[in-house]
């Protein structure tokens, strides 16, 4: 089955530093999102974005589909912004392809005031 | 627009006892998953119904788990009897998908499950 390889696997960063979470998967996608998983355990979507790029707030993301990889980049970072960070991905092709999410292991981020 | 709704939010039980967990997907969302989220790893898929079909069941431990989604709407996801192991976070997540093409999908705040 598809592999969905996020780097790296720790991060600790003083407030209002920027930074940049990486998604690598082992085939092509139909869906490709960002969450982040906040200390009560809840999954939050940042983005939906299988190709192309996007921006919301501080936050943006880039999906290359074509060299199979994705990017979280985070600018001015505050300590809310601390957490566990999951790129899950749908993929297009198998016969087990029946929409669900593939997790990568995520990436703990501490931002430290 | 409410989002997915679950409960409990924790439960703790002993070993052998049995429990079950509610889901409320987003209206109007055909599919309805359930993640099994163990400690420092990411979701895994149980189970996924599209209306009040399964769709994939493949990692359901058929022996102990169960879940239904009746009418379409709500799911019970029940566990019978429960292991040390079942020690998770239970997600429920819906989305608009109906044929497998990776609609959004949308989660819950998540049941915490600690089984000593």
């Known amino acids: 089955g598809i592999q969905v390889e996020q780097s790296p696997p720790d991060l600790i960063l003083q407030e209002g530093a920027n930074s940049t979470l990486r998604c690598n998967f082992s085939?092509?996608?139909?869906?490709l999102q960002w969450f982040h998983q906040n200390p009560w355990g809840q999954l939050i979507n940042l983005f939906y974005?299988?190709?192309g790029t996007k921006q919301n707030g501080r936050l943006s993301a880039t999906t290359v589909a074509t060299e199979r990889y994705s990017l979280l980049y985070i600018s001015s970072s505050q300590t809310t912004d601390s957490g566990v960070y999951f790129c899950?991905?749908?993929?297009?092709?198998?016969?087990?392809?029946?929409?669900?999410?593939?997790f990568g292991q995520g990436t703990t981020l501490q931002v430290k005031p | 627009e409410a989002g997915v709704a679950q409960s409990p939010r924790y439960k703790i039980i002993e070993k052998r006892q049995s429990v079950a967990f509610w889901c409320n997907p987003i209206?109007?969302?055909?599919?309805l998953y359930w993640y099994q989220q163990i400690l420092g790893q990411g979701p895994k898929l149980l189970i996924q119904?599209?209306?009040?079909?399964?769709?994939?069941d493949s990692q359901l431990p058929k022996d102990r788990f169960s879940a239904e989604r009746l009418k379409g709407v709500d799911s019970t996801l029940k566990i019978q009897p429960a292991k040390l192991e079942d020690s998770a976070v239970y997600l429920c997540?819906?989305?608009?998908?109906?044929?497998?093409?990776?609609?959004?999908?949308?989660f819950g705040p998540g049941t915490r499950l600690t089984v000593t």
């Open positions: 997540a819906s989305s608009l998908d109906r044929s497998g093409v990776g609609y959004e999908q949308y």
């Open positions: 085939d092509s996608v139909n869906n």
């Open positions: 974005i299988p190709s």
């Open positions: 899950a991905v749908v993929t297009e092709h198998g016969s087990g392809n029946t929409g669900k999410l593939i």
């Open positions: 209206s109007g969302h055909a599919t």
């Open positions: 119904f599209q209306n009040n079909g399964v769709v994939d």
